[in-house]
Nanobody, 114 residues
Framework: VQLQASGGGLVQVGGSLRLSCATS????????MGWYRQIPGKRRDLVAA???????NYADSVKGRFTISRDSAKNTVYLQMNSLKPDDTDVYYC?????????WGQGTQLTVSS
């Protein structure tokens, strides 16, 4: 699966931003899609995921602020990020898990300035 991520940037505390991840396959052929984030030199942590059946999962730190969704017509998954905090500053990676084969998009930088 090829993934094309976009939407990162610089935003002020309390602001909003939306990340997009377009896939080369139908979303419904993929078991799970989502986003991880990683500070260079540290581990990659799950932010949000959306399963084939539409079920979603979020890290505790983003619950109530981030929303993951999908547009099947565009084969794209979105991560709407609201009420952003400096701790959300990270490189965000889109991923897709298809039959236990993981694919990654390029990282996109989010910087939240105070």
């Amino acid at each position: 699966v090829q993934l094309q991520a976009s939407g990162g940037g610089l935003v002020q505390v309390g602001g909003s931003l939306r990340l997009s991840c377009a896939t080369s396959l139908s979303i419904f052929s993929i078991d799970v899609m989502g986003w991880y984030r990683q500070i260079p030199g540290k581990r990659r942590d799950l932010v949000a995921a959306i399963f084939n059946d539409g079920t979603t999962n979020y890290a505790d730190s983003v619950k109530g602020r981030f929303t993951i969704s999908r547009d099947s017509a565009k084969n794209t998954v979105y991560l709407q990020m609201n009420s952003l905090k400096p701790d959300d500053t990270d490189v965000y990676y889109c991923y897709a898990d298809s039959h236990h084969h993981m694919s990654w998009g390029q990282g996109t930088q989010l910087t939240v300035s105070s």
